[in-house]
């Protein structure tokens, strides 16, 4: 099967989004690879498609347990078989994953980076047939990046020493350079193909808003958004208990999540909210790392987090579907004294970093500039658009005030006080304070001492961050900055440049804008929708997986788009793979077709299939040609393994996999036979069932290919 092939039978999909082609075309040229793309960006494909077409096996080294059954839930769901080793099994899941492993029965497994370091595991690579290793996560590896473990640095090693070295692919969303030298040097990938594409989450949807109430902007954009996925960040454990208690009586399905509760209460939480049980979290940033809910429609920061950095990571753990999703940021002043005392307590000895990083995510609260392109400037990027029309300050109506007169007031008051004194002192004597600090100093006698006394002293201050974010006013220093003119100060004092403030018109946020890969700006219907989240509800549970892991939203959507009644037209769905079809597609059809009946529906949008946009070059099926040379050209096991320059065991591994996918082939030949009895009655007293095992109970001249036979015709036996 080509790529092109499996993205759509096993995935649902019809094109690949960007970078996903070009990385699995070098991936299947055999080139180590790195990829940096951003969360959501759909790196998983990347190495999953290949999985299915190499030969063999191809192990995941992912950091987080809990995403990877995640990851295998879905993977199973669409029905590749994988599976995943890591300390949440228990000992008898393990030796029975361990078998099933040595059976050959999965093409992907998930390994915790410790699990991969233990005797018995490299013991069994070295037995299996590994066509590539990949690494989730990659900047684990490096102590710059800011989820350093220790173990990652011991992945060469172990790959080093295996008898054949697999290709190795890795991923990240983090792209500064020091991480990339230090992910490709420390995992010791060979000439590798690096790709990075942008920073740009398109579908999500960024605004600021500084409301009057922060309780009742919430309110109310909770009820423009109700039945949809949520999490709202809070700084502290106080402020989630106190917005979790106010939801709750406001009748939400809400739940917590901080460092302050217990283990077990906080996994009860958690999932609670994955298995969508509780449509909100209010949640500190405790939450979050290796949760892959893909339906989570927004992400409210209730109050300003200490650094962009780990805003874009939380907000970005919103519309990994690829559906819009939007990420609102409440601010207030007061967050920024909070965050000040939490740098003064923090570990670190030096705080200059830490309060030149709160300047900049305060900075991006007050700019008047397109927020998305903030962003991505700030993670040196540069963008191609200065209005992103997707963003509160592209979109927003916006009403212009003239503050040039102001501006100058306060420029020149910083200028006379000889650019020594911070923000508090600066807006104390423009207000014409008469507080011993302001007289001690004599600035009450400056000229601009009381200039702006209309004005309330927060006033002045939030005009003040204005020009600090605008570039007019540098703030220097870390506990108690300073003001000093910026360059473009000059220009406003001296010449009569303007300054305006573009002052978005509040609103609850509806925008209005699809992300364009999947879901085309149709309106869809609602009822519809609500219907087939409660079925995806009942489904997930009979198979006690999340909800999301059953069809994302965006599919959902569809369905209640184009009223798919047959399975030709399901299948045209975003999501919907042949194996899921089969699974589910009776039971959502029905569902729909009912629908359609009860409200008379006649005129349905026609979903065209989407043209495939990127190719991936398509590849052979290797098992498929060694099954040929064998059945139909006579060829043997030896021979194939010299025409096609691949090992015997290979071949025997391709030989053996059609026999046991129920293929027209007689290995009988190849088998030694004389010890049929002792293998079966050495597989009936192994308890472990491992593969190693049964050898060594039986004579030096068995073969792995003889017992693995014998296994395998034991099960085809019970199939039948
Ligand atoms: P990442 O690891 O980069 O954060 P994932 O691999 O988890 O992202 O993918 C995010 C979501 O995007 C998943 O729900 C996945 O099924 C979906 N996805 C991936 N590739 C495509 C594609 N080509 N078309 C549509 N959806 C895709």
């Not at 992912?62 to 890591?86: C, E, F, H, R, W």
């Not at 093409?107 to 699990?115: L, M, N």
């Not at 927003?396 to 102001?406: A, F, Q, Y």
């Not at 006013?473 to 004092?493: E, F, H, Q, R, W």
Request: charged content about 25%.
């Amino acid at each position: 099967m080509t790529a092109n092939e499996i993205l759509k039978k096993y995935f649902g999909y019809d094109n690949f989004r960007t970078g996903q082609a070009e990385i699995i075309n070098h991936i299947l040229e055999r080139e180590d690879c790195l990829g940096i793309m951003p969360t959501g960006a759909g790196k998983s494909i990347c190495y999953q498609i290949p999985a299915m077409i190499f030969d063999g096996v191809t192990i995941v080294i992912s950091p987080l347990i809990s995403l990877m059954k995640d990851q295998v839930d879905s993977l199973n769901q669409v029905g590749i078989p994988a599976t995943y080793i890591n300390s949440s099994l228990a000992e008898n899941e393990y030796l029975q994953t361990i078998q099933n492993i040595y059976h050959g029965m999965y093409k992907i497994i998930y390994v915790a980076p410790e699990r991969f370091f233990s005797d018995t595991f490299i013991g069994m690579l070295n037995f299996l047939n590994v066509s590539m290793v990949a690494i989730d996560e990659a900047h684990c590896v490096s102590q710059w990046g800011h989820d350093f473990r220790p173990s990652y640095c011991e992945i060469s090693k172990v790959i080093s020493s295996l008898n054949k070295r697999p290709i190795i692919v890795s991923f990240t969303a983090t792209a500064t350079q020091v991480v990339k030298d230090d992910i490709i040097k420390l995992l010791d990938l060979r000439n590798p193909f690096v790709l990075t594409t942008g920073f740009d989450r398109e579908n999500l949807y960024f605004s600021v808003q500084t409301p009057e109430s922060k309780k009742e902007f919430l309110l109310n954009f909770l009820e423009e958004h109700k039945n949809m996925s949520g999490i709202i960040y809070c700084s502290t454990r106080k402020t989630v208990d106190e917005v979790y208690e106010r939801l709750c009586n406001y009748g939400y399905k809400v739940s917590k999540y901080h460092a302050g509760m217990s283990e077990k209460n906080r996994s009860f939480s958690q999932d609670d909210f994955v298995y969508d049980r509780t449509e909100i979290m209010v949640a500190t940033n405790a939450f979050g790392m290796g949760i892959d809910k893909s339906n989570v429609r927004y992400v409210i920061h209730y109050n300003m987090p200490s650094d962009l950095e780990s805003y874009y990571q939380e907000a970005g753990r919103s519309g990994r579907d690829g559906d819009k999703a939007e990420c609102v940021l409440l601010f207030s002043r007061a967050d920024i004294v909070t965050n000040k005392f939490l740098i003064e307590h923090s570990s670190e000895n030096n705080h200059t970093n830490e309060y030149q990083k709160l300047n900049d995510i305060v900075d991006y609260c007050n700019t008047s500039k397109c927020l998305r392109s903030y962003i991505l400037e700030y993670f040196g990027e540069t963008p191609n658009f200065n209005n992103c029309k997707f963003c509160s300050n592209c979109d927003s109506e916006i009403e212009i005030t003239d503050i040039t007169t102001d501006s100058k007031k306060i420029l020149s008051c910083i200028k006379r006080m000889n650019e020594r004194f911070g923000a508090g002192l600066v807006a104390d004597v423009l207000k014409g304070s008469k507080s011993t600090k302001v007289k001690s100093f004599g600035f009450d006698s400056l000229s601009t001492y009381g200039i702006m006394s209309e004005y309330s002293k927060d006033t002045i201050r939030d005009l003040i961050s204005f020009l600090v974010a605008e570039g007019y006013i540098k703030s220097i220093g870390d506990k108690y900055p300073i003001l000093t003119l910026d360059v473009k100060a000059n220009n406003v004092l001296f010449s009569d440049t303007q300054v305006v403030i573009k002052k978005k018109i509040e609103r609850i946020l509806r925008p209005e804008k699809n992300s364009k890969d999947d879901f085309e700006s149709l309106p869809f219907d609602d009822k519809l929708f609500e219907i087939l989240r409660e079925l995806r509800i009942e489904v997930a549970k009979e198979n006690n997986v999340p909800p999301f892991i059953i069809f994302a939203d965006v599919s959902l959507k569809q369905m209640s788009t184009y009223y798919p009644i047959d399975m030709d037209s399901m299948l045209k769905i975003s999501g919907v793979g042949s194996f899921k079809l089969e699974k589910y597609g009776d039971v959502f059809i029905e569902t729909i077709r009912n629908y359609v009946q009860e409200h008379d529906i006649t005129k349905v949008p026609v979903l065209e299939k989407t043209s495939i946009n990127s190719e991936v070059t398509p590849k052979v099926d290797t098992k498929q040609v060694s099954y040929e040379l064998y059945t139909k050209d006579g060829k043997s096991i030896k021979e194939i393994s010299e025409i096609r320059g691949l090992t015997e065991r290979t071949i025997e591994g391709h030989l053996l996999d059609c026999y046991e996918n129920g293929m027209d082939i007689d290995l009988v030949k190849e088998v030694n036979t004389k010890f049929e009895n002792d293998i079966y009655n050495a597989i009936n007293m192994c308890s472990s069932g491992r593969l190693r095992e049964i050898k060594d109970m039986l004579p030096e001249e068995v073969s792995y290919f003889d017992i693995k036979y014998y296994l395998i015709k034991i099960d085809r036996k019970i199939d039948n």
